[in-house]
């Protein structure tokens, strides 16, 4: 039988699992397995040449019952209602793990950035703040950066929203620049919470990050931040990649190098000759895996040639649920995406909080308040997964599911 590559159904099935294990009753399970709201909205945009394009764009709203919505917007040419779905599910599962008073939420408009100019971004951006004005807000649901969206972005979709509510809203988005009311550490939080948990997963397993052999797929916020701590504790990033290929050396990239070479968006290997490709990427030999790209990439195709013994996913979903009983069954360890990328929601809600408060905060303690959350949420997945003889996805599931489910319940809406 085809294995299920479906985000949504799949991710319905680790929530089952997990209120099953939490002695949840069918009922709350029929309230979280799809989002309360899914709006989808049709954008006009006037282009360069003079014509009007059409784009369509998605917002879901998983669970507002602990608080506001909260999640990224992404552009990319594949983004659908089945992906936006689970995406925002996730959001109330990562709220859960580092402890938000956040349900999940997550948007995208199908388009592709790397083919359009910054004003007909621009365009895209505030037509979808437009299109979807009604059901967001600083108290009801809360965008931010993700896939190809970027502080420039935030701070267009920003704007617009303060002119339709007729007044500054900067906790309207998180992401923005840091002379907009951004946070310090936002841009790399994605990145310092996924380096905590392959911290914390090497020492699990013993493994010492100096000279550790380390892959990382994409090279965009995540993956090249990432690729870039790595590199500073002592690691050998022995390959990176991005939409178009991947580069491989043994000895170790010189990651400063492509740091600075890459463009925008993330891209850096079609500067090269040499490439491989990202399934080839995926299978190198090394001590730690880490894909920051897209969806279903470690699929039971290709478990059981990969390599690592330690996989952090700092991308949402690119691990699917036979591959992880395939690479579980052969001992490796899975630190899944609901806790190894909630840095970048956790200092989202940093920002949203000082756009509350007016009172904003160093990069010293934002990243104190990150380590604290991300190595509290590690120790007790980890420690759930060990007690309960459960992998890590199932025990962070529990976690994560468990907010939502007691708000919805002392809400009396199950
Ligand atoms: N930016 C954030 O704060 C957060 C991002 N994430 C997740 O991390 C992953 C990466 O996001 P960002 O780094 O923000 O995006 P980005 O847009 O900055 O970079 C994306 C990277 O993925 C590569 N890529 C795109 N399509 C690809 C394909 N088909 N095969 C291989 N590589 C491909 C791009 O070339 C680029 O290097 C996504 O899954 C996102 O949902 C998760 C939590 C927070
Ligand atoms: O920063 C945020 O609020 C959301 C980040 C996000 O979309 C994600 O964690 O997938």
Redesign the pocket.
């Known amino acids: 039988m085809a294995e299920n590559l479906n985000l949504f159904t799949s991710t319905q099935n680790v929530i089952k699992e997990a209120l099953t294990k939490l002695g949840y009753t069918e009922e709350m399970y029929e309230l979280l397995k799809e989002p309360l709201r899914m709006l989808t909205v049709r954008i006009p945009v006037k282009m360069d040449d003079g014509s009007v394009k059409i784009f369509t764009g998605y917002r879901a709203q998983h669970n507002d019952a602990p608080g506001p919505t909260k999640g990224?917007v992404?552009f990319?040419p594949?983004v659908n209602e089945e992906e936006v779905k689970a995406?925002s599910m996730w959001m109330t599962l990562?709220a859960g793990i580092v402890d938000l008073p956040y349900g999940g939420g997550k948007g995208g408009v199908v388009c592709d950035p790397r083919q359009l100019s910054m004003r007909e971004i621009e365009n895209i951006s505030r037509g979808y703040v437009r299109a979807i004005s009604q059901i967001v807000g600083p108290t009801k649901d809360i965008p931010?950066?993700?896939?190809?969206?970027?502080s420039q972005i935030m701070a267009w979709m920003m704007d617009e929203y303060s002119r339709i509510r007729e007044f500054d809203s900067p906790g309207f988005i998180t992401?923005k620049p840091i002379a907009l009311g951004g946070s310090h550490g936002?841009e790399k939080?994605?990145a310092q919470?996924v380096t905590i948990c392959i911290h914390e997963a090497a020492k699990k397993r013993g493994i010492d990050i100096k000279g550790a052999r380390v892959v990382v797929?994409?090279?965009?916020?995540?993956?090249?931040y990432l690729a870039k701590f790595m590199h500073d504790a002592g690691a050998k990033v022995v390959g990176i990649?991005?939409?178009?290929g991947g580069l491989h050396d043994p000895d170790g990239l010189d990651i400063d190098y492509l740091l600075d070479r890459?463009d925008s968006?993330?891209?850096?290997t079609t500067l090269f000759d040499n490439t491989i490709t990202?399934q080839q990427l995926l299978e190198i030999d090394c001590d730690i895996l880490v894909?920051?790209?897209?969806?279903n990439?470690i699929t039971e195709e290709n478990a059981r040639n990969i390599q690592a013994s330690i996989i952090v996913e700092?991308?949402?979903?690119?691990t699917t649920l036979e591959a992880t009983r395939i690479l579980t069954e052969r001992g490796v360890l899975i630190v899944p995406?609901v806790l190894a990328?909630?840095?970048?929601?956790t200092v989202?809600y940093f920002e949203w909080v000082q756009n509350n408060q007016g009172y904003y905060w160093t990069e010293e303690e934002v990243n104190e308040k990150l380590h604290e959350n991300l190595i509290k949420a590690f120790d007790n997945i980890y420690e759930i997964s060990q007690t309960r003889g459960v992998n890590m996805r199932l025990a962070a599931y529990m976690v994560g599911v468990r907010r939502a489910a007691e708000a919805s319940k002392f809400r009396g809406w199950v």
């Not at 797929?217 to 090249?224: D, I, K, W």
């Not at 990649?241 to 178009?244: E, H, K, M, R």
């Open positions: 990224g992404r990319h594949e995406l990562k931010a950066p993700d896939v190809y969206t970027n992401g936002r939080a994605t919470g797929q994409g090279f965009g916020n995540a993956g090249s990649s991005d939409a178009y890459r968006f993330g891209t850096i990202n894909p920051a790209a897209i969806s990439q700092a991308a949402n979903g690119p995406d990328s909630s840095g970048g929601v989202s």
